[in-house]
């Protein structure tokens, strides 16, 4: 294909309007046609603001009178199978948000369905762009901290000072998974990648806001096939500012990487620094220009991966980040709702998908004081 890939956004919502949107023009080999939602107003944006000319209710209405090549598909995850198998049955190629789905029946039915159209199926794990995370796998591969023999991340929220709650779909029942399911597949994705594949999962949740189906709150230990463990944890009670935080252990030394939670378009380098024997620290963040729009051009996590998305349909290559690495995530974010549902560790492949609606159902509420009756 030598042409630009000519791209549908299904779903025009926080993905369109904090995360893509803002790089859409400097993709080049890319041209966004067509906007697909429900929602008037999120088409109209989509128009107004980021210059999608088109825009449909209805991914079978888009597919239906437009000339598509790929798929963005940016819909909240209950909707991911049904849109993803839809592309597929029309040769369309995919770029699906992560998680990829809700479990791995779900996965499975999407990766045989473009294998069987072969198209090009990649699962957005934008991290896997990202220069400061680029930089530490080449650390990694140089051997800078010997063995990798634990990862601890931390994604925490400052609180709610209003304690003002509004119901939005990703706390409902239908996901099938809350805080873990959303941002835990960015950290096991990472994980992955530092310390290999997970052999077994403990975990435990809490739901600790007015409104929430499904939980917001997440403490999860992987242990790895290489022997490493890695310690996932989440709370919206941190009372600090917004926070990611990810500390990789090696035999020699150790990596550090911070950014403020809610930069969603990561523009600014993550601090990075080595660290040996608690008396050394080296900076490894990468340069930064301060000159915005230019950093968002050459190095936006989401530009390159774009980038790299339009590169795969037009030469036909698979993708970094296959539907297979997609499935791998979410086997481990079902195994820790089974490990806390039953109380035990449980080990990996997984041997059934747990009855997630009823594990949620009889999740205990764990709301503090000044929420209660919200």
Known sequence: MAEKVRLAFVGCGHCLRISFGPVLRFVEGLEVVAAVDPSPAALAEARDLYGIPNGYPTLEECLDRERVDAALIAAPVFEHCDLAEACARRGVHVLLEKPMARTVEECDRIIAAHKEAGTVLMVAFMKRFNRSLLKVAQLLEQGAIGQVMGVRHNWDWGGNESGQFSPQWRGQLRTWGGQWQDHGSH????????????????????????????????????????????????????????????????????????????????????????????????????????????????????????????RCVRQGCQPLTTGESGRAVVEVICAAYLSAQEGREVRLPLARTPDLEAFFRALPRRIPPRYQGI
Request: with cysteine.
């Open 187 to 310: 950290s096991v994705d990472l994980a992955h990648w530092w310390a290999g594949p997970v052999r077994s999962v403990m975990a435990c949740f809490d739901i600790t806001e007015p409104h929430m189906e499904v939980e917001n709150e997440y403490n999860v230990i992987c242990t790895h096939a290489s022997g490493a463990r890695s310690v996932h944890l989440s709370t919206k009670l941190f009372h600090r500012e917004n926070e990611e935080h990810y500390l990789i252990f090696g035999e020699t030394g150790a990596l550090e990487l911070r950014h403020s939670s809610g930069v969603w378009q990561y523009t600014t380098p993550y601090e990075l620094y080595l660290h040996r024997y608690g008396r050394v620290r080296e900076n490894h963040q990468p340069g930064f220009s301060r000159n915005w729009l230019e950093e968002g051009r050459q190095f936006g996590q989401y530009k390159v991966e774009l980038d790299h998305f339009a």
